[in-house]
Structures are given as C-alpha cells and as structure tokens.
C-alpha cells in the first residue's frame, strides 16, 4: 500500500476541503445543490428569520417532483397543501434567482433523474441534495449524499456543509449479470447478503467487471441503492462509459472545456495502494431475478426462491421476519413464484430512466396486460417519456394495454395520488418497501423493470426469463 | 438560530422495542406536506400509534400509561431510510430530548444534532439490560449527563460512557448551530472559491 495512494473519494473530498476545524469536521464545499419541494420551505424559512440570503444561487437547481400528479397535469393541483409546497417552491426560487424546472417545465423530472441527464451533475463534483437517494448521482464519478433541511439551510447560506470524513469501502463485483438479470437484481442481491446496515458510516466505490460493463443507467441503479444498505452513497469511477454519456449534455462543458476538464476527469480513479476500510466481493453471475418478500430491502429471494423459514434464523432477526411476514400475509416457507400481483409500478429514481422503460416494453412486445391488475409506469423525466415515445417504446406499451404517465415520484412515496390500497400486493421498481411506504397498509415487493413487466402480463409473480425464453 | 441547550437530564425512558426502525415509520409521507417545522409530533408514529379509525392502538407503547419520558429507547439501526428531518422534528415536537440505541442511520443522527436532539449510541448488550430494567419497572429514571458523557440507569449502578463528536457536544452544550458557524465564516469559503476558480 503506497502512502500517497488515493481512492476517488479521498481526491473528491480533499479537492472540496476549504477548512478543517481542529479535531472536528471540517468544511466541504458544494459544487451542486439540488432541490425539492418537501424538504426546502423550512429551510428557505430558516434563512428569512437569520436574515441570510443564497450565498451561490447559480449552484442550486430546484425540481418539483414528490408530490406532483402523474396524470391530468393541466389541472391545477387538487390537494391544498401539495401545491403550496409548490408554489412556494416557486416563489423562494424567483427570490433567490435559483434555476426551476417546474411542473411545466419541458425538463422537469425526478431530481435525480433529471440531473444527470442535462449535465448538471459531472465527474468529480461534490453533489447533495434534501433527499437520501441522491447517492444516484455517485454514478458520474462524483461524491453525492442526502441530506437534513437544515444542511440543505446550510448550502444556501454558505455553498458548504460540516462534515467528518466517512469510512471508505469497496464493493467489487467480478463477472457479468447474465441475460434477463438487472441492476436491481445485483442491489437486492447484496443487500439481502449484507443486510441494511452493514454499510453505515461509510461511502461505497463500486468496481470490477461487473460494475463496468454496466451503463449509466444501470450505473445511477447500483449507486441509488446504496442507502438501502446503509451508506451514506456509492461512486463509481467514471470511464469512457461516463465520458459519452456526459459529452454533449446541456449544461456539460464543451470546446477546449471539455478537454481540460476530461484531463482531470481522466485524474480521478482509485490508485492501484489505496486504502479501504472495508472490503466486499460479489460474484454477478450468481445473480438471479430477485424480489423482496418483507418490510426492508433486504428480505429479498430469488424470484424461484422460498420465503425463508423462521426458525432456521438467528433469533435477532426472527421477531422482525415474523412482524414483516404478518404485514405482507406470507408465511414462511412459501414460494414467492406464483404470487398473486394486484398492483405493477415501474418508475422512481431507481429504475425509472429510458433502459428501464425498455427492458419493460422488451417482455410485454406482442403481449396484453393482465387482467385483474393496475400497472402505473412512471417515467423518471419528461425527457424519458419523450425519448420514450420517440423510439416507439411507448407504442408498444398502448398496444399491450398501458398507459404512460407523466414524471415524478408518485408510488415510490405515495405523496401524491398514486397511493397503493390497504392490503393489496405491488410489484414496484422503487426503492423502499417500508411499511406502508406506499400507501397506509400497501404491501410492496420490490424487483427490477423486467420481472415488473412479467408480473405485469402475468399477474403473478413470474421469473422473467421464463417470458423471454418463449418469445424466442 | 440557536438550538435548545443541553446539559444533563433526569427521566424516565419510553421502550420503543423494535428494530430498523425507519423514516416511513416515524413519521409518514403523507405528512410532509406542512410547510413549517412544527406540529409533526401529533403524526409521530402515526400508523402504529393510531387504528384505521384514529383510535389509539392498545398495544404500542406510546399509547401505555406507564411508559412516559423524555427519552426515547430503540433497538438498532433507528432511522434508517429517507433524509427527511421531518422525522427529527416530530420526535422533538412530541417532547423527547434524547434517543438511545445501539445504532443510527447517518443523516438521522445529523439532523437530530442539529436540532438539539441528543443521540446515544450504547453497546447492544447494555440497551437489552436497559430494555429489560425499563419493562420490568417503568419508573426507573435514566440519568444523561453531557459534559461527562455518561448514560446511567439511576438506583441500578449500571453506568455506561457515550461518544460524541467533540464540535457536536459543544454545539450542544452552547446551543449553537452549524449555520451559525457556517455564516460567519463565508469569507473564508469565498477566499477559497478564489484561489479554486469556483467563482
Ligand atoms: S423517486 Fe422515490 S426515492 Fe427517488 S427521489 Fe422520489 S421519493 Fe425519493
């Protein structure tokens, strides 16, 4: 291990430090600041009563998306205090001169969708924003974590946070994910080895062939998923894989820009000494299909797979398992295949970008959807839904009986409308299958967009492979 | 905007037997819809405080007589989930000072800091002594002491030491917040945006 040996993160981090204080955290600056309408009034409100203005506001890029409709967006919004949060989002935006993609707005999106899709989160930025998942921009090759309203009062009062520096492990996966396996798959797969919290305290870098033969999008899945074990986010080191996604997108740089900045991109990845605190090994091509059967992302099988026996557990685990069982009417022992499907839910910051809309459409081609079940599919972004429609992805969705929404987080969290009844059973792309996470009582199963696509034609869960194979 | 001090405590501890506690749990989605910061503790737990009816749910111990206090004890990794600070809000709204368990969620132990809500990280073996002095006798008083870092379970000798990050504990002790620092050091932060072409 060479002494001056970096790992990404600690070339990120230091590049960011503009003060440490003596043995306590230090000052990092923020490169980007992204906003929503849940988590910033209060912290707009803060400012207003220290009589502190946005110290950077062209730092900060606002997104209404949690609590937005998905349909009939011409309507103003029904709820009362939904489109306050809206408006006020809007008007604390005007203020402060801060960039907003509205509700109207031809870019508007999930934050963490639209993001990195215009460009504004780039390889070696610190990125934060008032919402856990913003791990996803991690994608780029950049350090991005969630964060509390008051840091997010923080970053528009100063454009830097107090932060200890946290530990640092890597996740490297060997082999490539076999045909009809998805990102998703591999993030539930590790979890449910490692457990939710196996990861708390640190930041992730994601390697190995199995990592890099991903695209973006399945790239921006991996890193999303990180707080699902626990971790404060998860990079990968950007490649030519990065760089092309990156190149040509509206707020990139460009010209001689890009190249200087691409020299130091280039810069970026782990040297070959640095130091982790923690180390893991997976192998992707001992993934299969998964789909969770409780109340935390880890209690996930394999769609072929049994809802673990109680008694095999270690007694910790078992109170947990027996509560989780209950809520979602399984018991133990079961088979998940076959499961009755009331509910199908594609979209979110997890698996809501243009190659989750395909792999959908890929298995549903040439078939109808099931009866009996309500399939919402969300696109992450106004600019998916267009690429969708555009490439025909949405036509072979009309054909099979699906109707294409408009962008924002909707069943993911269920603030809005799109809320999953008491007691009925989703498939859902998302991230979070907490109790009623996705409604009062909702009972959520949470898996990749193809075996959301075979529940969807099936109305039950199915291994998608099984659907591929017969369309061959 | 400083926070509520925090010095030493005296109380009896509410036993919040459960793991993986999450975000959802503690305070649901739909309530975030409130613009300001109060008000949350009403919605507190809310899907297991309260039946489909908003009737009380016998069976949660917020809802039994004999569990009161302003510390609140969990079983690991509390917190877990989204970064919405709504949760630290509502369990200060509610009137808990302090969390104890054997772990927390990163950004809920930072957003409760910084609201002045005191998070307690205790070996897992110490907060099952805990779990079961408390059940068996609820008026056991818990003493929490800042300065010196100590948690004890007051009348049973049992003691344990705590850690805190330095900065925090001070914050805490003072009443101050990260803002505050953060303001009064922007000429600082706008000197290094200088020198590292940020401007
Ligand atoms: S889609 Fe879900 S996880 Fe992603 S930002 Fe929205 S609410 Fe959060």
């Known amino acids: ?377 969300v696109p992450g972004s106004m600019q998916v839904r267009r690429q969708a429609c555009d490439e025909g992805v949405a036509k072979i969705l009309e054909d099979a009986g699906f109707e294409m929404r408009y962008p924002g987080c909707s069943a993911c969290l269920a603030m809005n409308e799109d809320k999953i009844p008491r007691g009925k059973y989703a498939v859902a792309t998302s991230n979070r299958n907490f109790e009623g996470r996705q409604g009062p009582g909702a009972r959520t199963m949470l898996a990749g967009p193809l075996t959301a696509a075979a529940a969807a034609i099936t109305g039950k869960i199915t291994d998608p492979r099984e659907l591929q194979q017969n369309q061959l | 905007m400083p926070i509520e001090k925090f010095t030493t405590l005296i109380s009896t501890c509410v036993p919040l037997y459960a793991e993986n506690v999450d975000t959802d749990q503690i305070i649901p989605a739909r309530f975030l819809r409130s613009v300001s910061r109060l008000g949350f503790g009403e919605k507190l737990f809310y899907d297991w405080r309260y039946d489909r009816q908003g009737n009380h749910r016998k069976d949660f111990v917020m809802n039994d007589y004999r569990f009161k206090g302003e510390v609140l004890v969990a079983g690991k990794n509390f917190g877990c989930g989204s970064s919405r600070e709504h949760a630290a809000w509502a369990i200060i709204d509610y009137g808990f000072r302090v969390v104890v368990s054997s772990s927390f969620a990163d950004i809920f132990r930072n957003n409760a800091l910084n609201n002045g809500l005191l998070t307690i990280e205790l070996p897992e073996r110490f907060l099952e002594r805990l779990f079961n002095i408390i059940k068996s006798a609820p008026s056991t008083e818990v003493k929490v002491d800042l300065p010196r870092q100590l948690f004890e379970v007051l009348g049973g000798g049992l003691v344990e030491e705590f850690e805190i990050p330095p900065y925090k504990k001070k914050c805490l002790l003072k009443g101050y917040d990260d803002i505050d620092y953060l303001v009064s050091h922007s000429w600082l932060i706008e000197k290094w945006e200088k020198q590292n072409n940020k401007l």
């Open chain 1, 1 to 377: 291990m060479a002494l001056n040996d970096k790992t990404i993160f600690d070339k990120i981090w230091d590049a960011h430090i503009v003060h440490t204080i003596p043995s306590g955290p230090s000052i990092l600056y923020i490169d980007r600041h992204y906003i929503h309408e849940v988590t910033s009034p209060q912290a707009f409100e803060g400012l207003k009563k220290r009589g502190v203005s946005v110290f950077r506001p062209g730092r900060t890029f606002a997104v209404a998306d949690h609590n937005v409709p998905t349909r009939h967006r011409h309507l103003s919004l029904s709820d009362e205090s939904g489109r306050e949060q809206i408006e006020m989002l809007g008007e604390n935006c005007q203020r402060h001169g801060i960039k907003l993609f509205s509700l109207d707005h031809p870019q508007n999106g999930i934050v963490h969708v639209t993001g990195p899709e215009l460009g504004i989160t780039l390889p070696g930025m610190t990125v934060v924003c008032g919402d856990s998942h913003t791990s996803t921009h991690g994608a780029l090759g950049s350090i991005a974590f969630g964060i509390g309203t008051s840091e997010v009062e923080m970053v528009l009062a100063s454009q830097a946070l107090l932060q200890h520096k946290p530990r640092q492990m890597r996740i490297n996966v060997e082999g490539e994910l076999q045909e009809g396996v998805t990102a998703k798959d591999l993030m539930l797969h590790i979890i449910s080895t490692v457990s939710t919290e196996c990861a708390a305290g640190y930041f992730v870098e994601y390697t190995g062939p199995g990592i890099s033969k991903l695209t973006m999008d399945s790239r921006m899945t991996v890193c999303n998923m990180s707080i699902e074990m626990g971790a404060r986010g998860g990079l990968v080191a950007p490649d030519n894989v990065t760089f092309d996604y990156v190149k040509g997108k509206e707020y990139a740089p460009s010209g001689e820009d890009w190249d200087r900045a691409l020299d130091r991109w280039e810069k970026l990845p782990t040297d070959a000494g640095a130091f982790f605190d923690r180390e893991l090994s997976f192998d992707a091509r001992k993934v299969e299909p998964m789909i969770t059967y409780g109340t935390n992302p880890a209690m996930a099988v394999e769609t072929g797979g049994m809802i673990p026996e109680i008694d095999r557990m270690e007694p910790a685990l078992r109170a947990a398992h027996d509560k989780a069982l209950r809520y979602m009417g399984f018991s133990p022992g079961e088979k998940v295949k076959g499961k009755k499907v009331d509910y199908v839910f594609l979209g979110s910051c997890t698996n809501g970008r243009i190659e989750d809309l395909r792999a959908f459409a890929s298995l549903v081609k040439g078939r109808k959807k099931a009866e009996g079940v309500t399939v919402w599919i």
